[in-house]
């Protein structure tokens, strides 16, 4: 079993800022990929940012120079620093970890989801 648990969303204004947590825990063998996914009404869910084991970073068009993902391996822990935010990155966030369980005998890798944390922009 392995489980995501984000914290750090809410309400900000145009041009304010927030940071964005998520926590693996569990039975976790290795963790691969972190990533941040967003998903407003009516949309689909698309790739903000994601960061390798060894720190190689991937990140939206749209929120490039605003946005820094970093991650501590030693917790487990993926983070979201959002700059310079707008009303456009209105959404609810979700943390996405591609990892091995060692409950699972193959160890073969799978993608883990978190209950996702809403973040507000007013104008």
């Known amino acids: 079993q392995v489980q995501l648990v984000e914290s750090g969303g809410g309400l900000v204004q145009a041009g304010g800022s927030l940071r964005l947590s998520c926590a693996a825990s569990g039975s976790i063998f290795s963790i691969n990929t972190m990533g941040w996914y967003r998903q407003a009404p009516g949309k689909q869910r698309e790739l903000v940012a994601s960061?390798?084991?060894?720190?190689?970073?991937n990140y939206a068009d749209s929120v490039k120079g605003r946005f820094t993902i970093s991650r501590d391996n030693a917790k487990n822990t993926v983070y979201l620093q959002m700059n310079s935010l707008k009303p456009e990155d209105t959404a609810v966030y979700y943390c996405?970890?591609?990892?091995?369980?060692?409950?699972?005998?193959?160890?073969?890798?799978?993608?883990?989801w978190g209950q996702g944390t809403q973040v507000t922009v007013s104008s």
């Open positions: 960061i390798t084991y060894t720190s190689t970073t």
């Open positions: 996405n970890t591609n990892a091995r369980d060692r409950s699972d005998w193959t160890r073969r890798p799978k993608d883990y």
